[in-house]
């Protein structure tokens, strides 16, 4: 049923404000055609839009969200090899300064590494070995032979020192009676005859 000027005055309206509600109506339809327009075009972009999503669909296999997940699993496992050689990293050198600290030689220090298995040593939070004592102790058993131990010696020397025995007097040499002896005393002594 449309609004017309007939029906307007069927229903007993005064005539001058019959014309102000047909211009009204006439405002109102066309805002709701220019609406109906608009959204008609949207929604025919919409089907395009949907008609193209579901081609692209239908032509790629590929699973987006199983792709992300083993992207995002590739990533974690990265992140955790570059964590753990990090941590070796500094497993590693901790114990090499514990060995250094052992007295460990310089000189076998990284032969030492090579053959020592570092897989059970962990760190502290602090980033110092834990169980260091034990690891010492460990180390200093298995490794003695290549710790350096310093050894003291005394001064050569290419004379031996005068045996402490008593030095004879000037008469105590003169009353040897052998006279080779008393020779031998008297160049043992020969500040007591003055050459």
Same mark, same amino acid.
Not at 28 to 46: C, G
């Given at each position: 049923?449309?609004?017309?000027?007939?029906?307007?005055?069927?229903?007993?309206?005064?005539? *001058?404000?019959?014309?102000?509600?047909?211009?009204?109506? *006439?405002?109102?339809?066309?805002?709701?055609?220019?609406?109906?327009?608009?959204?008609?075009?949207?929604?025919?972009?919409?089907?395009?839009?949907?008609?193209?999503?579901?081609?692209?669909?239908? %032509?790629?296999?590929?699973?987006?969200?199983?792709?992300?997940?083993?992207?995002?699993?590739?990533?974690?496992?990265?992140?955790?090899?570059?964590?753990?050689?990090?941590?070796?990293?500094?497993?590693?050198?901790?114990?090499?300064?514990?060995?250094?600290?052992?007295?460990?030689?310089?000189?076998?220090?990284?032969?030492?590494?090579?053959?020592?298995?570092?897989?059970?040593?962990?760190?502290?939070?602090?980033?110092?070995?834990?169980?260091?004592?034990?690891?010492?102790?460990?180390?200093?058993? *298995?490794?003695?032979?290549?710790?350096?131990? *310093?050894?003291?010696?005394?001064?050569?020397?290419?004379?031996?020192?005068?045996?402490?025995?008593?030095?004879? %007097?000037?008469?105590?040499?003169?009353?040897?009676?052998?006279?080779?002896?008393?020779?031998?005393?008297?160049?043992?002594?020969?500040?007591?005859?003055?050459?």
């Amino acid at each position: 049923m449309a609004l017309t000027k007939n029906l307007l005055v069927s229903m007993g309206i005064e005539p *001058e404000k019959i014309s102000t509600i047909l211009d009204e109506h *006439e405002a109102s339809m066309k805002n709701l055609r220019t609406d109906r327009d608009a959204y008609k075009e949207k929604a025919e972009k919409f089907d395009a839009a949907q008609s193209e999503l579901d081609t692209l669909k239908a %032509s790629t296999s590929v699973d987006y969200k199983t792709k992300f997940e083993n992207l995002q699993a590739e990533y974690d496992k990265y992140k955790t090899e570059q964590k753990n050689k990090e941590t070796a990293t500094k497993v590693r050198e901790g114990y090499k300064q514990m060995l250094k600290d052992i007295g460990v030689s310089d000189k076998r220090i990284e032969s030492v590494l090579k053959v020592t298995d570092l897989s059970g040593v962990k760190l502290d939070k602090d980033g110092g070995l834990v169980n260091k004592e034990e690891l010492e102790t460990s180390a200093k058993t *298995e490794w003695a032979d290549f710790i350096a131990t *310093e050894s003291k010696a005394g001064a050569t020397t290419t004379t031996p020192p005068a045996t402490g025995k008593a030095k004879m %007097s000037k008469a105590d040499i003169m009353a040897i009676k052998d006279t080779g002896e008393r020779q031998r005393a008297i160049a043992q002594n020969h500040e007591l005859f003055g050459f």
